[in-house]
């Protein structure tokens, strides 16, 4: 299996280059707009040919012609998991030969049609057998040289990322772990130990329990927000069906990037919308390439001030009302409260309303478009141009993305979001809609019809989890410093309590990336030296691999029984078995059930039935909502299926045989304008807001909540209104200036904003080389910023914040805003000992741990300085793999 990771990784050149820059064009998003000014990758192909559709040299006979056909598809076509958490949840299918993958396709299942689209897979999922055969794959256990169990000086916590590693056996490696988590808990408790939530936490929970963590993740403020407000907290429940959305005559996106973070369908959908006739505005800091493809007219607007910018639209609408009629009164009249003084909470201070904070009756400060712009960086004729198209006569569509709120006391901003959508009476109409389209639901509203069942295992639970939990936000501060705020989590807030605690364990399980993905990298490296031990199962030398003791390989999903992928609401994929697992990796299942029997603990508590059957137990509860709105089992299984299983089962009548959904991976429903699968957001709520009520305190949406104010300051992290109000963030904008009021800007003068990038899925994919060659990793900056700081493209940049450095090379463009950094978000930080400066370019280096709010993860909340760094960087895929001595034995 060795030979074939070294056959997948060393294609002919031309092959390689080919498939590439196919998956490229089949985005179709780069050709409407041009790529970023000279930010393409090295040395790119002149001929566009994915590897499925290339052909050898022309045969001289056609027998030869036959051979070579024959050829190319012998084997078997298996559908194959494509993972990773961009959104996408695309088919991928694999030409299995000889037990190695020899070539890979997407779907052709039936004909593509706008209404009926083929799942297509992007250049991310087309280079996955890259990504699964790749030299860098783990392969053996490994256990740090200097760590020696005992805790303390034994650890050598110091050397973790620097140190050189053994290879071990898996006896050893279960041995030393479960020993040190005994010595542990005999010699602290339970409260020391700190994991991530997997398949060792089950078996850590019935030892005892262990302290976990809670976050915002990627929602930011719409994690809780939401709910108590009145408005639909997931991309599904929030707006109407992409069909419908050719409906509308006006697209206004806010901080969205579909063609990026969730490269498949969502572009495509946009383009129907296009088709269809609607106008398209887009509000970012970034004209990236989802609004280049729908020639997207850009209002640039600085990161972290969308909340400035909405309530200076809104006041705009008060303004132009009158004259224009933008408002729906009778909509505010009716489900809202807290508009106005007249249609406040029974008890509460009628001049806390929303109207009056507008126009600065008590605190003096009119939120006008001129009061606005002077933050958010939007024109004041721009900011009425907004308004007048949210306005209630129009058809219009304001669709965010999790982005905007992903920054530091941004908890009042989807209540805003609400609040412009009430105003404008976009809800519950066809061609109206105000709410979230990003991820697997971008462009594509709905509830689910179609999808996978439960696997049937219990649930185990934590001890702990009740009474003990760290904000991601004081994660790494809490094991650095000893101390944290116990606040319940993410959806279940407390009071906040200040506790003491001692974590000498830090377990990562699960494909997770928390090292590299939460805020405040530098401390996180700082508590992973900390502790006693660090454990990481993981398919390469990821960020947490490199900071821990114990590395563990693990089966990719390609080794895998097989499993489910639950996208658009249209869509199930299955993913089958495609090898057998590779050298000595193992499924997390089987580590934690070793682990946990020397512990002294039962494996059945918590696996009572092996994978084969918790996947069989997926297909029996599958089901599928038919044109009368009935939900029904999806798959049909017959007494061979169970015997050839081997599994526990009945026999049942679905809509498909098992055998054909194995064979296929995807069952799709049809879809066609007028059917009786569209989906109106809200629609029963607008219609008769007494019998539907909203989950809110009222039943109403609530743009003045109680709840929410008095629950998020309870925390204790920072305070807020009851109504939308603007908090200045920490490290937002304003903290760009040494002294705001007389302009002058300090040592941080740049903001930094984050997108996702078409060379990852968040971390994932970071080191296929396919995709390394061809998307630099640049840090983008606008070009006049450039010219003055004496910056040209290729340049090596120094990027300095309050937390951190990184450098990169530097792409000057005029697709981003002046003042704003793009750094793009994933890249496996690789610091240098001697300077400490990051080398990859890793996004969260430049973070810090910073708490606000209902503890959101405020990543696009970063400012910075940026400067012409005197060293010549290496192209990335130039950078040798990480893959240690201990791993080619």
């Avoid at 089992?633 to 015997?643: C, F, G, Q, R």
Wanted: aromatic letters at 8%; glycine letters at 10%.
């Amino acid at each position: 299996m060795a030979d074939s990771a070294k056959r997948a990784r060393r294609l002919p050149d031309v092959t390689r280059r080919g498939f590439l820059k196919g998956g490229l064009a089949a985005t179709a998003v780069i050709a409407a707009s041009g790529s970023l000014v000279a930010c393409s990758g090295n040395n790119q192909p002149k001929e566009v040919v994915p590897p499925e559709k290339s052909e050898p040299d022309a045969p001289e006979t056609e027998a030869a012609a036959a051979t070579v056909t024959r050829d190319l598809n012998t084997g078997t076509w298996v559908t194959a998991a494509c993972w990773h958490n961009c959104g996408g949840r695309c088919l991928n299918k694999v030409l299995v030969r000889d037990g190695v993958v020899v070539r890979q396709k997407t779907d052709d299942t039936h004909a593509d049609s706008p209404d009926f689209p083929q799942q297509r897979a992007c250049v991310r999922g087309r280079s996955q057998r890259n990504h699964v055969f790749s030299e860098d794959r783990l392969k053996y256990p490994m256990k740090r040289v200097s760590w020696q169990p005992g805790g303390g000086e034994n650890s050598h916590g110091e050397l973790r990322g620097v140190d050189e590693w053994e290879r071990i056996t898996w006896d050893e490696a279960y041995d030393y772990i479960a020993n040190e988590i005994q010595r542990i808990v005999s010699e602290n408790d339970n409260r020391s130990l700190f994991a991530d939530g997997g398949a060792v936490s089950k078996f850590l929970s019935l030892y005892g329990g262990y302290i976990g963590h809670w976050g915002t993740t990627s929602r930011g403020a719409w994690t809780y927000t939401p709910d108590v407000v009145g408005i639909a907290p997931q991309p599904n429940e929030g707006i109407n069906d992409r069909i419908d959305m050719r409906n509308s005559d006006i697209v206004i996106m806010v901080g969205t990037n579909p063609a990026w973070s969730s490269a498949g369908n969502p572009a495509y959908h946009l383009l129907q919308i296009k088709k269809a006739g609607a106008k398209f505005v887009a509000v970012d800091p970034f004209y990236n390439d989802s609004y280049a493809l729908v020639d997207a007219e850009w209002i640039p607007c600085r990161p972290s001030t969308d909340t400035t910018l909405f309530l200076g639209m809104a006041y705009a609408m008060l303004e132009m009302d009158e004259e224009k009629g933008l408002i729906d009164w009778d909509y505010l009249n009716t489900h809202t409260i807290g508009f106005d003084a007249d249609h406040m909470p029974e008890g509460e201070d009628p001049a806390g309303n929303f109207k009056d904070y507008l126009l600065g009756t008590n605190d003096g400060t009119p939120k006008t478009p001129e009061w606005a712009s002077r933050i958010c960086g939007v024109e004041p004729n721009k900011i009425r141009y907004l308004a007048e198209l949210a306005g209630k006569d129009n058809k219009t569509a304001i669709l965010m993305a999790w982005a905007s709120a992903r920054t530091h006391n941004a908890d009042t901003l989807p209540q805003l979001v609400m609040t412009l959508g009430a105003m404008g009476g976009h809800f519950g109409k066809s061609g109206h809609m105000c709410g979230l389209s990003c991820h697997s639901r971008a462009i594509s509203g709905g509830t689910y019809l179609v999808g996978a069942g439960a696997a049937g295992l219990p649930s185990i639970k934590n001890p702990l989890g009740s009474t003990e939990g760290i904000n991601d936000t004081e994660m790494w501060n809490a094991i650095v410093d000893g101390k944290y705020t116990y606040a319940g989590g993410s959806t279940n807030k407390v009071p906040g309590e200040p506790r003491e605690v001692d974590i000498k364990l830090i377990y990562h399980d699960s494909m997770n990336a928390k090292l590299q993905t939460t805020d405040g990298q530098a401390k996180g490296i700082e508590a992973h030296r900390k502790v006693d031990l660090v454990v990481t199962h993981s398919l390469f030398m990821t960020t947490n691999a490199m900071y821990s003791d114990f590395v563990l390989p693990i089966e990719s999903y390609w080794e895998k029984e097989g499993g489910f992928l639950q996208g658009n609401r249209e869509a199930l994929i299955y993913h089958s078995k495609v090898v057998e697992p590779m050298y000595e990796c193992k499924s997390d299942e089987e580590i934690a059930s070793q682990i946990g029997t020397r512990l002294g603990l039962d494996p059945a508590e918590v696996f009572p039935f092996d994978a084969k059957q918790q996947l069989f137990n997926q297909f029996v509860g599958a089901y599928v909502i038919d044109e009368a709105g009935e939900k029904k089992p999806l798959v049909s299984i017959t007494d061979k299926n169970i015997a050839d299983w081997g599994c526990e089962g009945e026999p049942q009548e679905g809509a498909i045989a098992m055998d054909e959904l194995i064979e296929t991976g995807l069952y799709q429903i049809p879809r066609k304008e007028g059917d009786a699968y569209g989906y109106i957001a809200y629609e029963a709520f607008v219609k008769d807001p007494e019998a539907n009520p909203m989950k809110t305190e009222s039943g109403k949406q609530e743009i003045y909540s109680r709840v929410l104010r008095d629950t998020i300051n309870a925390i204790g992290y920072s305070t807020i209104e009851a109504i939308p109000t603007y908090v200045p963030p920490q490290e937002g904008f304003e903290a760009t200036f040494s002294d705001f009021e007389a302009g002058v800007k300090g040592d941080y003068p740049f903001q930094v904003y984050n997108p996702h990038y078409l060379r990852r899925s968040h971390t994932v994919f970071d080191n296929v080389e396919w995709l390394r060659e061809t998307w630099p990793n640049p840090v983008f900056l606008n070009a006049n910023d450039a010219k003055k700081l004496g910056i040209a493209e290729g340049d090596t940049v120094l990027l300095t914040s309050p937390h951190g450095k990184c450098i990169r090379q530097a792409c000057p463009t005029n697709r981003f805003m002046e003042g704003v950094i793009g750094l793009p978000h994933g890249a496996w930080v690789d610091i240098d000992p001697e300077t400490g400066i990051d080398r990859a370019g890793s996004d969260n280096i430049l973070t810090g741990q910073i708490q606000s709010g209902q503890g959101v993860s405020g990543w696009n909340t970063c400012i910075c300085n940026i400067e012409k760094y005197n060293e010549t960087l290496a192209a990335d895929y130039e950078v040798p793999m990480r893959i240690p001595a201990a791993q080619t034995a």
